[in-house]
């Protein structure tokens, strides 16, 4: 995927422990196209490291883009580079962007965000808005103080489809989440991102209440930690070249072939972003990723080698 350098032109305290970064072309000349609920990857430190940043911004723009980044206390390095380190001024490489969140033509869409996982909804709540979609949008945090972009939000031509919630307001203004949800139809589609808590407290509402997976749409930003205490070593066959490799129980699959010269592109490295889903011709492997829905995983086809492992003495990949 084609890098490209951008200049930090702002950078911004949206709320407690939030910040916004306005990234425009070092050149001057438009940005890549991008659709709501895309990401791009951020390099946030001199050794390389890069981390994922859903866009926020008004999709139809080309001369920016905009991300918003929370001080996490669990950070592996990125969120506190970002809040710390990066200013304006400073030129950033980044990636294209990509979008495995994207929206699906529908007469009503329920948008909900969790914390800083309003940064993709916000960016889908823009442009349902410009192309006059139905939907509602429903933003929660922990207190007033760490919401993000509410006076933006207020501002906008949508205010009106959107209502706010706080886990230590009133209980008339929480979330009723079942009454949002309350009645599944086929031509409503739900999208949802935030901590892992809150998306899995919404996925379990929704197939209690008879969605269909097809219709509730999730974006993890991070993975759960994995007990791999029970974790062996397995065999991974390249099929192209008949190649075998093993996999010690310590090292993950991607850094195993890539030692051994068979590059697989990785981004996160927790099996949330998808950039290195690969095809299984062979084996059953151990989903450990938050990017494919039941339904992918049980069929057995595709894994995200970065994190998943493996149930049988041997896979096959379709490389």
Not at 288 to 313: G, I, M, V, W
């Amino acid at each position: 995927m084609r890098q490209l350098s951008v200049k930090v032109v702002n950078k911004v305290v949206e709320a407690k422990d939030i910040v916004s970064l306005e990234l425009a072309s070092v050149d001057g000349q438009p940005l890549p196209a991008f659709s709501a609920g895309s990401h791009i990857d951020v390099q946030v430190q001199p050794d390389g490291s890069t981390r994922q940043y859903s866009l926020l911004n008004d999709p139809s723009e080309q001369n920016r883009y905009m991300i918003g980044v929370l001080r996490d206390p669990a950070s592996r390095g990125g969120s506190i580079a970002v809040h710390d380190s990066i200013n304006v001024g400073d030129v950033l490489n980044i990636s294209e962007p990509r979008n495995h969140f994207g929206l699906v033509p529908a007469k009503h869409t329920v948008l909900l965000a969790g914390g800083i996982g309003v940064t993709p909804i916000l960016c889908m709540a823009r442009r349902l808005s410009k192309v006059g979609g139905g939907f509602e949008m429903h933003y929660c945090t922990r207190s007033p103080e760490r919401m993000a972009f509410r006076t933006q939000i207020e501002k906008s031509a949508f205010a009106d489809k959107v209502s706010f919630h706080f886990d230590d307001g009133a209980d008339d203004q929480k979330l009723k989440l079942e009454s949002v949800i309350a009645r599944p139809s086929a031509d409503t589609h739900i999208y949802v991102c935030g901590p892992t808590g809150f998306i899995d407290y919404v996925l379990g509402a929704a197939k209690k209440l008879g969605w269909l997976d097809s219709q509730v749409h999730r974006e993890y930003f991070g993975a759960v930690e994995q007990d791999t205490t029970g974790d062996v070593t397995f065999e991974v066959k390249i099929a192209s070249t008949g190649q075998v490799f093993a996999i010690p129980a310590d090292m993950p699959i991607t850094k195993v072939l890539e030692e051994n010269g068979v590059f697989i592109p990785v981004s996160c490295e927790e099996g949330v972003c998808g950039t290195c889903l690969t095809r299984l011709l062979e084996g059953i492997p151990d989903h450990r990723d938050l990017y494919l829905t039941d339904a992918e995983h049980a069929a057995n086809d595709q894994f995200t080698p970065c994190c998943s492992r493996s149930k049988s003495p041997m896979l096959v990949l379709d490389i």
